[in-house]
């Protein structure tokens, strides 16, 4: 339930049926009907932007994947970043070829390709890679002996690692011989070189070994996840009896994989053991080569509030510790965004890291002696770090310094000095630096604009536009789109709050309307922003023509607002955040134009879960909900992510049962809608067919749909079209 994918699942989570184009209006838009149709069949709102865009070496050109000829053939060309022409161009292939992704060598003469991809858990997958020699146009593939995971090209191009069957391999491109590094590999049980599911789902950990900078060395973790228990999907294929696949899922309080960490030496073929002289359980979460051909990894305690960063001498294995950062509740492994990205070496053998050690996320200089420098202060925060020019000496960075709702580019010298805004445009603005820092692309939205999409120079100095979205600003103006319009306002314990609101047009002075408010919630997370929000921008806005007001509240637990807002939430995950919905809802009920009657909560995942809570513990103040994919008892998440903000159910009974919905099933005394995929390998289906039997049990009546074979997505085929009928009528019949 990391924010990062939970954001991108509440960007798909979106659409309003054509179904819905009901009498009650009074108040709807003379615009053009948006419906559900438009939405999730023919994607008519889907916003231009630059996917298959990467940065060459060179920091001057970049190339671009793109499908032509009725997406029959593929290409990827090199272009100039400044003017736009292509440079030349690198490949041409049929799509039947079917690339999913592609990455250079170091020197850039050949691709990685990956081909014919398989999904194995929501953020991984396994594929049959290719190597492109872009000059003599020749394609091979990387090996004929199964399906490959995370191919990666060493530093000289001349060498390939990969996992296969939970054992890392190394592919010789030169004389085409193929090595097992590792070989006690086995499913279930041990895993070389990958993440177990936790780790990729909780720590963002996309592959579990690394290259050395010379190529001589791969570290990488081992999990044995023999003692983890196995959780057990079911698919319906069709055929005579269900198909059965188990994988190991560490439940909170349950045995987690004993990870360990490996040096292999390609020439004497030996490999070092790392020897972690910890009897307590802990994770590495993350691990990283240094400049001078050593390495360094991050050691975290289970409960996630002491974090150790060790030195290790890649030669003999010696460790030494760097620095170590405790806190009262949790350590943010790196808060905001990609985390390998959070700690960056310098060629002096510092780094640049991350910290919320003064209660606000910021910069720090960690220097080679132990030492450290906090390198931006205040009371706002940095939410992503995005490199370091050591040519220029400086540092580029995204925050929240100009407001929470908002986020802008910062550049910095590395003394923490002469501190320079490059985005003056008020909204949400996100950069993508060439690998020389001379260029920037800035792709700027706000919650009423869909995004423009910019090349900078490293002043800050516009160069040309790369999309703009016109076409998609136009639909706004035939739909006669309501403008999202931000309000604050405070609880009746003194807590100020952000939210958002669209309301229909051509609103009646003397009519009251319902309401349906939109939540997430999660820790960290943030929906009261000033950005554009795709999908679920244009079903609220079919909302609103029909009669509706929208809103969203940010409670406490959320990001943005530094540690003391976000973390009072710690071992009492649920309690503050849907206090603050319930006060919201009143707080909107108040207003002359509101119907306090008819207000509806509707979350996904952990908006799931709020939305649950919402409706049973405020009862008298909602009178419909919708949860998706909802956990209903933290017991059945995972390790990673609930002991960080519960500890165990053994050191928190009360944390875990007073916040639970399925404990307050006898509550319910409104319209409730459940939905959930039988297939969802993140919030298992186990926490609906609970909740369902607990309402039962209470003989309380709801609205329930599952859909078979999905996972916590629920997508493929016209499932979101469904989907979305089924909670338009539900909202059209409850409120």
Partial sequence: MTKNILFL??????????????????????????????????????????????????????????????????????????????????????????????????????????????????????????????????????????????????????????????????????????????????????????????????????????????????AYLRFDESAVPSFLLTEYDGGLYPTYSSFKYPKAGEPNSKVSLHIYDLATQKTIDIAIKDTAEYYIPR????????????????????????????????????????????????????????????????????????????????????????????????????????????????????????????????????????????????????????????????????????????????????????????????CNVSDVEFFKFTTPDNVLLNGWMIKPQNMQANKKYPVLMYVYGGPASQEAVDQWNTFDYWWFQMLAQQGYIVACVDGRGTGGRGESFKKCTYKQLGKWETNDQIEAAKWLGKQSYIDPARIGIFGWSYGGYMSLLAILKGNDVFKSAIAVAPVTNWKWYDSIYTERFLQTPEENKGGYENNSPINFADRLKGNLLIVHGDADDNVHYQNTAEMVKALVDANKQFDFMAYPNKNHGIAGGYTRYHLYTKMTNFLKEKL
Avoid at 18 to 40: C, V
Avoid at 62 to 91: C, H, P, W
Avoid at 133 to 150: E, F, M, N, P
Avoid at 171 to 186: R, V
Wanted: proline content about 2%; aromatic content about 12%.
């Fill in 287 to 478: 691990f990283k080569w240094s400049p001078d051909g050593n390495l360094c990894f991050f050691k975290l305690n289970r409960h996630q509030n002491d974090l150790s960063v060790y030195k290790v001498n890649a030669t003999s294995g010696e460790l030494q510790l760097w620095f170590r950062e405790k806190n009262p509740s949790y350590v943010e492994v790196a808060p905001g965004t990609d985390v390998m990205d959070n700690f960056l070496f310098l060629a002096n053998g510092n780094a640049i890291g991350l910290s919320e050690e003064d209660g606000f996320n910021h910069i720090y200089q960690y220097n080679a002696n132990g030492t450290k420098k906090q390198l931006t202060k205040g009371g706002w925060e940095v939410t992503k770090l995005y490199g370091v020019d050591e040519k220029r000496s400086l540092i580029y960075y995204q925050s929240t310094e100009e407001s929470p709702l908002q986020r802008h580019i910062y550049v910095v010298d590395v003394k923490g000095a002469n501190k320079k805004c490059l985005t003056l445009t008020q909204g949400w603005n996100d950069a993508e630096f060439s690998a020389t820092f001379d260029y920037f692309i800035l792709t700027h939205s706000t919650i009423n604009s869909p995004s423009d999409i910019t090349v900078y120079d490293y002043t800050g100095r516009k160069q040309r536009d790369l999309v703009s979205n016109t076409t998609l600003r136009e639909k706004q103006r035939t």
């Fill in 9 to 218: 699942l509440l960007y798909f989570v979106s659409s309003y049926s054509a179904m819905a184009q009901s009498a009650n209006s009074a108040s709807a838009t003379t615009g053009q009907a948006i419906t559900l149709d438009d939405i999730w069949l023919k994607y008519s709102y889907y916003p231009e932007t630059t996917e298959g865009f990467d940065f060459m070496k060179d920091g001057k050109t970049y190339s671009r994947m793109e499908r032509f000829d009725n997406n029959t053939k593929i290409t990827i060309n090199q272009y100039d970043i400044a003017d736009g022409k292509r440079v030349k161009n690198l490949l041409e292939a049929d799509a039947k070829l079917d690339i999913g992704g592609y990455a250079f060598d170091s020197a850039e003469t050949q691709l990685l390709l990956s081909t014919q991809e398989e999904a194995l858990y929501r953020h991984s997958s396994v594929a049959n890679y290719q190597v492109y020699d872009i000059k003599s146009k020749q394609l091979k593939a990387v090996s004929d002996k199964g399906k490959q995971r995370i191919a990666t090209f060493d530093p000289s191009g001349n060498k390939i690692a990969f996992v296969r069957d939970n054992n890392l391999h190394i592919k010789d491109i030169n004389n085409n011989t193929e090595q097992a590094i590792t070989t006690n590999g086995k499913a279930n049980a041990i895993i070389n070189g990958a993440p177990d599911w936790v780790y990729e789902e909780e720590f963002s950990m996309d592959r579990a070994y690394y290259w050395s900078p010379s190529g001589s060395k791969i």
